[in-house]
Every structure is written in C-alpha cells, then in structure tokens.
C-alpha cells in the first residue's frame, strides 16, 4: 500500500484510446473518467490531468472532448493517422511519456492511466532516477502484467464505479456477487 497524502503533489495522465477500447471491449460500456480522476487524485494536491486523445472525425468526439474538459482534464489531441493501404495508428506513448519526464521535477507522485506495458520503461525511469511515487490506473484483465509489477500500486478500473452505461447483464452479475 502506498501512502497518500494531502499535501502530495500529483498529475494523471490518461491514454484515453486505451482506456475507451478496454471499457468498450471488455464491459460494453464506457469510462466514468470524472470518478477515475477523483480516485487518481485521492484529496492530493493534483498540479495537472491531462487526457490524451486521437481525432477520428466522428460526430460523437466533440462531445466526448467536452466531457472530459468538464471532469477538469487538459486535453493533448492528435489526429487519426492512416496510412495506404488502410492500416490505422493512433498512439501518443511518446507524448505521454515526454511529458511524464517533463512534469516530475514539480510532482511526489504520478498517475499514469493505461495497461499498455510499453510504459514500463517510464514507470522504472520515474521511480528509479525521479524518485516518483508512481501509480497504474487501468483494467486488471487488459493490462500487462509487468506494468502491474512495476508500479508501486495497481488500481483495478474494472467496478462499477468506473464504468458508464453497464449492460444489465453485467450490473446483475456485479450485484450477485456483491450480496452473496
């Protein structure tokens, strides 16, 4: 357990792209990204959130955006890129890590939100050379174990309270399991 203090300087920051495919792909809904923040946060003094997203042109982004400004996150946007051929890329791993390195001389702990195990080198970088409290917020089933490993704590995003728009299938296997 690590601890946690109000007097803590911490950022989050957020692979949305990995987050929105895990909730979407594993639970059918979405993610409640205004209680992710509140639980990253733990009543720390919280100096940045940033959510990184890709622009795809669907109609439904803006929207989305919105929401996220209004759960108090910075948004860094980069465009869907696609090549000939067809093949898709929407990554911001450097991007995110570029600004992890950037942000820890003004942080005691930071919050790095995706199960992709491509920032295990950041996780190891940040506690070993920056002395960065560093916690992984993601889904359990999704995520790579070795960033599970790395980070100082783990918080599984797979309840219900991190999740929007549950099927009933799952909210009545949640209960059940709950009241037994």
Do not use: C
């Not at 939100?113 to 080198?121: K, N, R």
């Not at 050379?129 to 916690?135: I, R, S, T």
């Amino acid at each position: 357990m690590v601890i946690k203090h109000p007097s803590q300087r911490v950022a989050v920051l957020v692979d949305v792209q990995n987050m929105y495919h895990s909730a979407r792909h594993l639970f059918g809904a979405r993610v409640n990204f205004k209680a992710l923040l509140d639980a990253a946060v733990a009543k720390r003094q919280l100096i940045r959130s940033i959510a990184y997203v890709v622009r795809s042109g669907d109609q439904e982004e803006k929207t989305f955006f919105d929401a996220l400004t209004k759960a108090s996150f910075e948004i860094r946007m980069k465009e869907l890129q696609i090549f000939q051929g067809g093949m898709k890329k929407a990554d911001w791993d450097v991007g995110l890590t570029v600004d992890a390195i950037r942000l820890a001389p003004s942080l005691d702990a930071i919050v790095i939100v995706s199960g992709d195990g491509d920032f295990v080198p950041l996780v190891e970088y940040l506690k070993m050379n920056k002395g960065l409290q560093v916690e992984v917020m993601a889904f359990a089933k999704s995520s790579s174990q070795r960033l599970k490993e790395a980070a100082d704590e783990f918080i599984d995003l797979g309840s219900n309270k991190y999740l929007l728009n549950i099927p009933p299938s799952r909210a009545r296997r949640t209960i059940q399991r709950t009241s037994t």
